[in-house]
């Protein structure tokens, strides 16, 4: 199998990012544009449209935005219509909105767990309820989700969170095995604390007093490489899990965490 150069091994192809107004999902999706895509980006936040015009404004991306609620049915499936009138197809599907509340079982209220299962969970079935049909019918595709180290190891105070990346990673081995007779491979990353505003977001809340800078320093200590990721290293997995290149990879999770996971440190 010949590959394309990686510099635009994704010309052609069509990427829907929920949550690429932000964070990992925005990284992701400037990389995949830049290597050649046609990218739709989702995004709740109220900058999303202007995201996409910035993307494009050099005339080298071609990205497209769509500003709303991804838990919502009716605005997933109009924005996949849209994306595919617009581009033609649908060959990469990217789920990566999320919220991170705080709190414990007691503390959680049933309208924050039910708020974060409809954003963390919720949006990805019905991103890949109404996108899976398009990726079908294009002969195969490549569908990746975020989840997090927190779906098996978890810090105190994150129930609602760590739960529902608990269930983002069953999410996808049902995808990996239901889907891999239509050529579709399924795959998530459990990043680690990442450079994101969700993890500024993390650190205002548990801070005490502390600046988020010196909390960054915190989370980083139990990290074996002594600091924390960036969010271009997650986009760089990313793009591997859509293109070619990671053809027999499916129903698997890929940690991206600086060793956390592997290392234990005792003092």
Not at 38 to 56: K, P, R
Request: charged share 15%; hydrophobic share 45%.
């Amino acid at each position: 199998m010949t590959l394309p150069s990686i510099d635009r091994e994704f010309e052609g192809r069509t990427a829907f990012v929920v949550g690429g107004s932000s964070g990992i999902g925005l990284a992701s999706a400037t990389l995949l544009a830049d290597r050649g895509a046609n990218v739709a980006i989702i995004g709740h936040a109220q900058d999303t449209l202007a995201i996409a015009e910035q993307l494009s404004a050099d005339g080298k991306r071609k990205v497209i935005g769509f500003h709303g609620d991804a838990s919502q049915a009716d605005f997933v499936r109009s924005a996949i219509a849209a994306t595919v009138a617009q581009f033609g197809a649908l060959d990469i599907l990217m789920c990566s909105a999320a919220i991170h509340p705080l709190g414990d079982v007691v503390e959680t209220d049933e309208a924050t767990w039910d708020r974060a299962f409809a954003v963390n969970v919720k949006s990805m079935y019905l991103t890949c309820h109404y996108g899976v049909p398009h990726l079908i019918e294009r002969g195969g595709g490549s569908i990746i989700t975020v989840s997090s180290v927190q779906a098996t190891s978890n810090t105190p105070n994150v129930c609602a969170y760590a739960t529902t990346k608990g269930a983002i990673v069953t999410f996808t081995h049902t995808l990996a095995v239901d889907l891999a007779k239509h050529k579709i491979r399924a795959n998530t990353i459990c990043p680690g604390s990442i450079i994101t505003p969700m993890q500024e977001h993390f650190a205002r809340g548990n801070g005490e007093g502390k600046s988020v800078e010196e909390m960054y320093k915190i989370f980083a200590r139990p990290v074996p490489l002594q600091r924390l990721g960036e969010a271009w290293e997650i986009a760089e997995l990313a793009a591997f899990l859509a293109s070619p290149r990671s053809g027999f990879c499916t129903g698997s999770q890929f940690t991206a965490d600086g060793g956390l996971l592997a290392g234990l440190r005792i003092f």
